[in-house]
Every structure is written in C-alpha cells, then in structure tokens.
C-alpha cells in the first residue's frame, strides 16, 4: 500500500461568519515530498485556505486530510504538529522572549521535554543555519534572520507539511535566496503560498491557481507560468524582463 | 531595525550573584525590603548597615556606583515629595538656615527617603543582574498567576515591535507636514494612539493564531528548568538574613 498524501482537500467550501463566500469548493492533492506552490491574486482565499490546513478555521464544507488524518476537533493536536505553518509576519510567529525558548515552544506543548527538547531545538536551528543566534531575543536580528527561525519554529514540531504564508515577502535578494537554499535542502513537503512567481518556478516543480476560491489551474509551474492568458485572467503576471520558457 | 540594543537595566555578567536562579533573588529582594520598612525609623546606624549590605552586594556583582547611581533616577519624583514634607508639614517647627521645617514632617522624610533609597537600590541590583525575562520566570516560580506572567512576557517581546510601528506613524504624520505645536493638535495624535491600540490588538490576534498552530493549549509550556538547589537559596537569603539580624539585634538594644 502507498502512502497516503501528505495533504488531501476536497471539496472545501467556507464561509465567514458576516456571510461573505471565501472559498466555493477546493479539491487538490499534494503528494509526500512535493514541493507545491499557492499561487493567486490578493483576496483569492488563500490565506482563508491556510487557516483550514491545521484546523485554525473549520470547514463550512468539505474535507482536509494530513497525511491521511482528518482535520477534525478530536484531532487538532496531531493535525498541529504534522502542519507547520510559518506566518508572514515573523513577528507574529515569533513571540517568546529568546530563540531558544521559541524553537522549544512547538515541541514542548507536544510534550517533549529535557535532552529530546534541547536536540530538537538545535537541530531545527542548524537546519537554517540559525544556530548561533539561538540565545539571542528574536527582535535583535534581522528581517530575513527572523523568517529563518520562524521556519525553525515549525520544523521542531517534526511537520508532515511545511506550510509557508509569502516566504519571499520583504526579503532582500540575498535573504530570499538564502531561504530558497534552505527551503530546498529540507527534506519535508512544502506548501508555498505566494504570488511572486519566479520564486515558485525556483522551488516549486508543480503550482496551483486558486482565483474566485476555486482551483483554477493545477500543473508544472512552468507550464503555467508560460500561459499569459491563464496568467492575466488571475491577476498574475512575470514581473518585467521575465519569461518562463 | 532594533539589532544589538540591551535592556538598559540589565548589565551582563557571570558573577554569583548572576548566576543566582531568579526566584531566590527575587525572595531575597522583597524579604529584605520587608525588613527595611519593619526597621524604626530612629535607628540610623540599623540603615546604615543595610546600606553596607547592598554595598557588599553590588561589590560581589561587579556592578559599579556610577551604574547604579544613573539608575536610581526612578526615585526622583518621591525624593522631590519627601523634600516637600517637612514645609507642608503640621506640628512642632524648628528654624533650620532661615527655613522654618516641621519636625515630624522631617521625621516622615527621612523615613521615606531612607527605606525608599534601599527599596530601590536592591531593585536595582536585581535588575541589573538578572536579565528581564528571568525575572518573570522566577516569578512565576514564585506563583505569580501564570496568566499574568505571559501577559508581561508578550509586553517584554513586543514592547520594541510597538514603540517601531509609533516610530513609524510619526515619521508618516511628519512626511505629510505634521509637526505637534500645541493643544490643536492633541486630537492628530489622539487618533494615532487609537491606530497603534487597534494594530497592537490585531497583532495580539494573529499572534494568537501563531500560538494555536503550534500546540497552545492554553498554558505556557515549561522549557527551561529553573530549579534551585539548597545551597543556592541558602545564598541568595544571606541578603535578608544578615538584615534581620541587624534589626533583631537592634531591638535587642533599643
């Protein structure tokens, strides 16, 4: 028997409480170890779509399923840890007063604690080449630095899936590269939710459109990402001077 | 961004006194206090020594005058109302170069003034050898409501974070031509403290939502293991010890 995918939705339809339809039935799949870009104009849902993904927001309709577990309430707990997601704001993410104590936070609300604790903590910091930093207040480093320990956050809870919100938001061209180094070399399924699409063509092989909350398109983001038509009918478009061929 | 600035009240170290487990200097800090305010106010010579106590203190953390001093600027404004208690007071006066002074009133000075100048220089000390988040931790050791510890922990993260976002609202009123000159431009600045409240709270929010992804159930999870030995209580509690037996052994006089 194969392994179930790391992440199922079907059918997922919500809305939010004044009434407004954000998402009108989403059906994807993202196997074990893809990595698969979001992609989609502001206000296409995405972020409502995250929040289902560990149970933050409950379904109105429909299904998620991580790695083959139901997102449901008797399962909010395991759902949490095999989803790792990281926000847009690291400072958001990150909100204890030391890295250490931040890193720690995940796998210690699982329960781990003493040595299993303090090894998770440094391997998820090595992992992002963030281990120096790791008695150091998250508000003294750098806007990139900060984004590297909010992945480090979710990566000690030992994540099926890796879900990030805008990871190239804000970075400078070293940063962003950086991560994308690091996002490469990690050995998880990575959901990437995001419209700068050359950073989808440099990680992801295969994308997904979610425009009017719908899937739109689903495909290998070079594929999509030639298709201007497709593009301009979703508010995406290359920035200047880029062309995927 | 705010990179490489220190809490200015904590001066980092690795003395003993450093390396005290917060919880016990905490104890140690608010039994000597207590001991200080227990003390009458006419035994001079008793405060005098509670003063060589702290002094021993600051000695063994390597903490110089000069850094203390600044620090206990805090006492300022009660300096400035002890001051004002011997003219204001009632009662018998007596003339003190051309002023007239109330002799209670300059008992009740002094009382102030003395017990509130040891209060804070411990404080001082405390802070200045323990770094904040410790002494939150320690506190919580000491039972401190968990609830309101994580209310001070969250202040303690975020405090750079909103006094950054303020930053910001005043460099966009002052790009737009806004310069704050007067009373006019109280409500300007009113609705800019409205703004900051409502992102703070949205924050707080998403913030809230980042915990919940990782496993927050409602109480903050125990990682560091702050627990003392014997011995180090026993050290820690050399401070309000020897100042008891300062008062005792002045009572055994007096």
């Known amino acids: 028997m194969t392994a179930p995918p790391s992440l199922e939705v079907s059918r997922l339809a919500y809305a939010y409480p004044d009434g407004t339809q954000a998402l009108f039935g989403v059906d994807f799949r993202v196997e074990r170890g893809e990595r698969v870009a979001l992609l989609g104009p502001n206000g296409a849902g995405k972020t409502t779509l995250v929040m289902h993904l560990n149970g933050i927001l409950t379904a109105g309709h429909g299904t998620v399923a991580v790695a083959g577990l139901p997102v449901g309430k008797g399962s909010l707990k395991e759902i949490r840890r095999r989803v790792g997601l990281v926000f847009q704001d690291p400072d958001d993410q990150l909100f204890m007063p030391s890295v250490r104590e ?100 440099e990680l992801c092989e295969r ?27 979703h508010r995406l478009e290359l920035p200047y001077g880029f062309a995927a061929s | 961004m705010g990179a490489g600035h220190h809490h200015r009240l904590h001066r980092p170290g690795d003395t003993l006194v450093h390396r005290l487990p917060p919880q016990c200097k905490l104890a140690a800090v608010a039994g000597f206090a207590l001991v200080v305010v227990a003390t009458p106010r006419e035994w001079f010579w008793a405060f005098g020594l509670y003063a060589v106590l702290l002094a021993a203190v600051a000695v063994a953390a390597r903490v110089p005058a000069g850094f203390l001093l600044r620090r206990m600027v805090v006492e300022v404004p009660f300096v400035v109302f002890a001051l004002a208690i ?64 994580q209310i001070a922990m969250f202040m303690l993260r975020y405090l750079d974070v909103i006094l950054e976002e303020m930053r910001r609202m005043r460099v966009a009123r002052e790009s737009r031509g806004f310069v704050a000159r007067d009373v006019r431009h109280i409500p300007v600045i009113a609705r800019s403290a409205g703004a900051l409240f409502i ?36 050290v820690a509690g050399m401070l309000p010890g020897a100042a008891l037996a300062v008062l005792l052994g002045s009572w055994g006089v007096a």
């Open chain 2, 86 to 149: 011997p003219f204001i007071g009632i009662g018998e006066r007596v003339t003190f170069m051309g002023l007239s002074l109330s002799v209670a009133g300059l008992w009740a000075a002094w009382n102030i003034l003395a017990k509130a100048t040891l209060g804070v220089v411990a404080s001082v000390l405390l802070a200045a050898t323990t770094e904040p988040r410790l002494i939150l931790l320690g506190a919580q050791r000491l039972r401190l409501p968990p609830m309101l510890v």
């Open chain 1, 102 to 201: 931040d890193v720690a936070f995940g796998p210690a609300n699982l329960g781990v604690t003493g040595e299993e604790l303090e090894r998770r903590v440094k391997d998820a910091l090595e992992r992002v080449g963030m281990l120096e930093t790791i008695d150091r207040p998250p508000h003294h480093l750098s806007f990139g630095q900060r984004r590297r320990v909010a992945v480090a956050t979710v990566l000690a809870m030992e994540p099926e899936i890796l879900v990030l919100d805008e990871p190239s938001s804000n970075l400078d061209p070293a940063s962003r590269r950086e991560l994308a180094e690091i996002l490469r070399g990690l050995d998880v399924t990575v959901l990437m939710v995001t419209h700068d699409l050359p950073y989808a063509l």
């Open chain 1, 207 to 233: 994308s997904l459109i979610l425009s009017g909350g719908v899937i739109a398109a689903d495909g290998p983001t070079r594929k999509i990402l030639a298709d201007a038509d497709l593009l301009a009918d």
């Open chain 2, 199 to 234: 992102r703070s709270y949205e924050r707080g929010e998403r913030v809230h939502l980042a915990m919940l992804s990782r496993g927050y159930t409602g109480s903050m999870p125990v990682i560091q293991d702050l627990s003392a030995a014997s011995r180090q209580w026993l």
